[in-house]
C-alpha cells in the first residue's frame, strides 16, 4: 500500500467500463439542475397556496390568495361560527399579516398548524392551533395562536407580534359575532432563504425519493436558521432555542449546505458566554442572549456534546481563531465533568440530579452508556483541539484519558450474548442511541460495530425506522422513533460499508416524513404508529381537546434540526465526499452506489471552495469524476467489482495478474476497494475498468 492521490485543483474522470477502448466510454456528468427539488420559498413574501376549506358564511374565499383589493368576507352570527382555512403548502415560519378592508369591530383568531390533524376543532375555538402558549425563544409570538382586533368602517392592516415558528395550515374565524372583509393573509418570511446560489453544497441522484429527502432535509435545516444574529435553533415552531444537542446535527449539515459559518459559530458562542462559575455550560440558550426558560436545568451530557461541537466546527472551517478563543470555556467544562468521572476506571457518572438528556422526561443516572459515548466524544475532540491550535501536551493527556474511558465502556456496557451495548450499569435493556453512537465515536470495533447493528435491526426496527429501546415499558427510555438517533445509525451503517441498509432506513423514517402532512419537513420525534410522539412518559398521546400542552402531540416539533442527517449520509457515503482532516485538508473520495441508483452529483463546500463529485454506475462500467480545490488532498477508493483490467488515459495501468503497469499511477485492491495513487495534478483522467 502506498501514498494517498493527491488531487490539487484537478479535474479526474475515473471510470469503471468494460472492452471497448476508453475512448468509447461514457463520460457525459449527471443532471446538475436541483431547482425542482427545493422547498425555500422564491421571495420572503409568501401567500397561501389554496383555500382548503371555507365554511358557509365565508363569502368569495379564494380573494385572499392575493393583495388585489378584492377581499373576502366572514360573517358570524349567533347561530353560525364560520372557519377560512388555508394551506400554505408547505411547513413555513415567520410573521402573519393580514390585510382588512372593513371590519365590524370583532376579533379575528389566526390558529396555525404544522398538521392539519391536530388544529384544536370546534366547539374549542378560538382554540389555539395545534400548541398552547408560545415558544421558549423570545423572538416567537407570545401567544401561538393571536387575535387580531381590526379597526372597524375601514381598512387595516395587523401583523403577528412576533414570529409564528412554523405552520402548513391557518385557521382564520371571528372570536364573537360580527364580520370582516380581507384582501390578503400572507407570511413574511424571517429564516434564512438562500435562494438557488445559496446552495454551496447540494446533492443529487437517480433516485428521486433520495433527492427530495435530501432538500426537505436542507429546507428543515434552513427552517431553524434564524437571522440578526444568525444562529441555529432546535426546532422552527419550539423551543426556538439554540440546543446543544441538536447543534451536534445542525452544525455540521449547516456546513454541508448553505455553509453560513457564522451561524454555528455564534450558537456556540452563545452557550459559551453563559458558562457558569463552576466550569457548567448551560444546556441550550435564548439566541437574543436572555435568560432561557430551561436554562437551569442540569444535562451532564450537553456540557460534553458543547465540545463535541466545537471539535465539529473545527473539522469543517479550520477557524483556529476561533477555536483559541473557546479553549478557555471547553478546558472549564471538561474540569466540570473529570469531576464526575469514577477513578476506578474512568467512566462517568450522572447524579439524578444532573441526568437530563435528549429524551426527556426519561433521566437515567448512574454510569449511563450514552453519557459515556458522549464524554468519550468529548475528550476526543477536545485532544484535535488542543493538539490544533491549544497546548499538545494537554491533547496527549486527553487521548490516554479517552483510551483509558473506551477500554472500560466495552468492559461494562458490552452484552457480548446479546451483541448490543446496555443501556446503563443498572439497566440491561438495549437501547438505540449507545449502540449508534459507540460506533459513530470509535469506542466500538469493527466487529462490535458490525454485531451492534445486527442487533439493531433484529431487536428495533420496525415499519417507520428504528425504535428508541427494545421494550416498551423501561422508565429509563420512552420507545418511540427518534430521528436523531435514526440519523446517527445512517451514519453508522454507512461508516460500517452498510450502505445499502442505511437507505433502507432513510426510506422508511425519512421517506415517510415526506408522504405526511406537512410533507415538507423532518420531524422532531415519530411514535412506532407513524404520528408525532408526545413527551408522556409511555409515549401516548393526551389527544382530548380542549386541554393542550406538552402531552399532545400537536406540541411535538415537525422542523427539527436534529432531524437532518440524511444530508450527512447521502453526501458523505453516498456521493462519497466527507473530511478526514481540519478543513478539508484532506478527505475522502469513496462513492457508494445504494441499491439499484445510477448515479449521484453533487458539491460539498469547504473554506476553499466546493469539491465537485459526480459518478455513473451500469453493470457495464462506472465512471467517477472530481474537483477539487488547490491545497485539499484527496484519497480516491473506488468500488472494485471484479476488475481485471484498469486503464488510466487509454492506457493499462493495472491487471488484476499483473498488477501496476511502470510509469502510470498506483494502483492497489484494497478489500472491496480499489485505491488510486499517484495521479499527476493538473489534468483530467480517465480510468476505465475491464470486468469481463
Known amino acids: 500500500m502506498r501514498g494517498i492521490a493527491a488531487l490539487l485543483g484537478v479535474l479526474g474522470v475515473l471510470a469503471f467500463a468494460a472492452a471497448p477502448p476508453a475512448s468509447a466510454q461514457p463520460r457525459s456528468a449527471p443532471p446538475s439542475d436541483f431547482s425542482r427539488y427545493r422547498l425555500d420559498p422564491q421571495s420572503d413574501v409568501?401567500?397561501?397556496?389554496?383555500?382548503?376549506?371555507?365554511?358557509?358564511?365565508?363569502?368569495?374565499?379564494?380573494?385572499?390568495?392575493?393583495?388585489?383589493?378584492h377581499a373576502a368576507r366572514i360573517a358570524r352570527t349567533p347561530l353560525d361560527d364560520p372557519v377560512l382555512l388555508l394551506d400554505f403548502g408547505r411547513d413555513v415560519s415567520g410573521v402573519v399579516e393580514v390585510g382588512f378592508t372593513d371590519a365590524s369591530g370583532s376579533g379575528v383568531a389566526l390558529m396555525?398548524?404544522?398538521?392539519?390533524?391536530?388544529?384544536?376543532?370546534?366547539?374549542?375555538?378560538?382554540?389555539?392551533?395545534?400548541?398552547?402558549?408560545?415558544?421558549?425563544?423570545?423572538d416567537d409570538a407570545p401567544d401561538r395562536a393571536p387575535t387580531a382586533r381590526p379597526k372597524p368602517g375601514g381598512p387595516s392592516t395587523y401583523a403577528t407580534p412576533g414570529v409564528l415558528g412554523a405552520q402548513r395550515w391557518l385557521a382564520i374565524r371571528l372570536t364573537e359575532p360580527g364580520s370582516v372583509s380581507i384582501d390578503y393573509v400572507r407570511l413574511r418570511y424571517t429564516p434564512y432563504r438562500p435562494g438557488p446560489r445559496g446552495y454551496k453544497g447540494w446533492f443529487l441522484s437517480s433516485d428521486d425519493q433520495l433527492n427530495r429527502i435530501w432538500f426537505a432535509s436542507a429546507y428543515t435545516e434552513q427552517m431553524i436558521h434564524r437571522l440578526d444574529p444568525e444562529m441555529l435553533l432546535d426546532g422552527a415552531k419550539r423551543d426556538r432555542l439554540v440546543w446543544i444537542g441538536d447543534l451536534t446535527v445542525s452544525g455540521p449539515v449547516e456546513m454541508l449546505t448553505t455553509a453560513r459559518a457564522a451561524a454555528f459559530r455564534n450558537s456556540l458562542a452563545l452557550i459559551a458566554s453563559k458558562q457558569k462559575p463552576d466550569g457548567y455550560l448551560p444546556a441550550n440558550g435564548d439566541p437574543r442572549g436572555q435568560f432561557s426558560r430551561f436554562e437551569d436545568l442540569t444535562f451532564a451530557s450537553y456540557v460534553a456534546l458543547w465540545t463535541?461541537?466545537?471539535?465539529?466546527?473545527?473539522?469543517?472551517?479550520?477557524?483556529?481563531?476561533?477555536?483559541?478563543?473557546?479553549?478557555?470555556?471547553?478546558?472549564?467544562?471538561?474540569?466540570?465533568?473529570?469531576?464526575?468521572?469514577?477513578?476506578?476506571?474512568?467512566?462517568?457518572?450522572?447524579?439524578?440530579?444532573?441526568?437530563?438528556?435528549?429524551?426527556?422526561?426519561?433521566?437515567?443516572?448512574?454510569?449511563?452508556?450514552?453519557?459515556?459515548?458522549?464524554?468519550?466524544?468529548?475528550?476526543?475532540?477536545?485532544?484535535?483541539?488542543?493538539?490544533?491550535?491549544?497546548?499538545?501536551?494537554?491533547?496527549?493527556?486527553?487521548?490516554?484519558?479517552?483510551?483509558?474511558?473506551?477500554?472500560?465502556?466495552?468492559?461494562?456496557?458490552?452484552?457480548?450474548?446479546?451483541?448490543?451495548?446496555?443501556?446503563?450499569?443498572?439497566?440491561?435493556?438495549?437501547?438505540?442511541?449507545?449502540?449508534?453512537?459507540?460506533?459513530?465515536?470509535?469506542?466500538?470495533?469493527?466487529?462490535?460495530?458490525?454485531?451492534?447493528?445486527a442487533g439493531m435491526r433484529k431487536r428495533l426496527w420496525t415499519r417507520l425506522g428504528s425504535a428508541t429501546i427494545d421494550v416498551a415499558d423501561d422508565p429509563s427510555m420512552t420507545r418511540y422513533i427518534s430521528p436523531f438517533v435514526v440519523g446517527l445509525e445512517l451514519l453508522a451503517r454507512g461508516q460500517t460499508g452498510d450502505v445499502p441498509g442505511a437507505v433502507d432506513l432513510t426510506r422508511r423514517s425519512f421517506g415517510y416524513f415526506l408522504s405526511a402532512d406537512p410533507a415538507s419537513t423532518m420531524w422532531e420525534k415519530l411514535d412506532v404508529n407513524g404520528e408525532p410522539a408526545t413527551y408522556n412518559p409511555d409515549g401516548v398521546g393526551n389527544d382530548v381537546f380542549p386541554a393542550q400542552g406538552i402531552f399532545q402531540r400537536g406540541f411535538s416539533s415537525l422542523a427539527q434540526g436534529w432531524s437532518t442527517l440524511p444530508i450527512e449520509f447521502l453526501t458523505g457515503y453516498v456521493l462519497g465526499v466527507r473530511l478526514t482532516a481540519p478543513g478539508y485538508a484532506r478527505f475522502a473520495f469513496a462513492p457508494t452506489p445504494a441499491p439499484r441508483m445510477r448515479w449521484a452529483r453533487g458539491v460539498v463546500p469547504t473554506p476553499r471552495g466546493g469539491i465537485a463529485a459526480w459518478w455513473r454506475s451500469s453493470r457495464r462500467g462506472f465512471v467517477a469524476s472530481l474537483r477539487a480545490p488547490r491545497g485539499l488532498r484527496a484519497s480516491v477508493r473506488l468500488p472494485l467489482h471484479g476488475a481485471r483490467v484498469l486503464r488510466v488515459d487509454g492506457r493499462v495501468a493495472w491487471r488484476r495478474h499483473g498488477g501496476d503497469v511502470a510509469g502510470g499511477p498506483r494502483v492497489r485492491p484494497a478489500g472491496r476497494r480499489l485505491r488510486v495513487t499517484g495521479l499527476a495534478t493538473g489534468r483530467r483522467h480517465v480510468l476505465a475498468e475491464v470486468r469481463r
Request: glycine share 8%; net charge negative.
Open 46 to 69: 409568501i401567500y397561501p397556496e389554496a383555500v382548503a376549506s371555507a365554511s358557509p358564511g365565508v363569502t368569495d374565499p379564494s380573494a385572499v390568495l392575493a393583495q388585489d383589493g
Open 308 to 453: 463535541v461541537a466545537l471539535d465539529q466546527y473545527y473539522r469543517y472551517t479550520a477557524d483556529a481563531a476561533f477555536v483559541r478563543r473557546m479553549l478557555p470555556a471547553m478546558r472549564r467544562s471538561l474540569d466540570w465533568l473529570a469531576k464526575r468521572v469514577d477513578p476506578s476506571d474512568g467512566l462517568f457518572r450522572t447524579s439524578p440530579a444532573e441526568a437530563n438528556n435528549w429524551h426527556p422526561p426519561d433521566q437515567p443516572s448512574g454510569k449511563v452508556a450514552d453519557t459515556n459515548t458522549n464524554y468519550y466524544a468529548a475528550l476526543r475532540g477536545a485532544a484535535e483541539l488542543e493538539r490544533g491550535v491549544g497546548d499538545a501536551s494537554r491533547g496527549a493527556a486527553l487521548t490516554k484519558q479517552s483510551a483509558r474511558l473506551r477500554k472500560s465502556f466495552n468492559a461494562e456496557f458490552w452484552d457480548d450474548a446479546a451483541g448490543m451495548y446496555r443501556l446503563s450499569d443498572s439497566d440491561g435493556h438495549f437501547p438505540g442511541d449507545a449502540n449508534v453512537d459507540a460506533i459513530v465515536t470509535g469506542l466500538a470495533g469493527p466487529s462490535r460495530a458490525r454485531r451492534a447493528l
Open 112 to 138: 396555525p398548524a404544522e398538521r392539519l390533524k391536530y388544529m384544536v376543532p370546534a366547539p374549542y375555538f378560538p382554540g389555539t392551533g395545534d400548541v398552547l402558549g408560545d415558544a421558549a425563544g423570545s
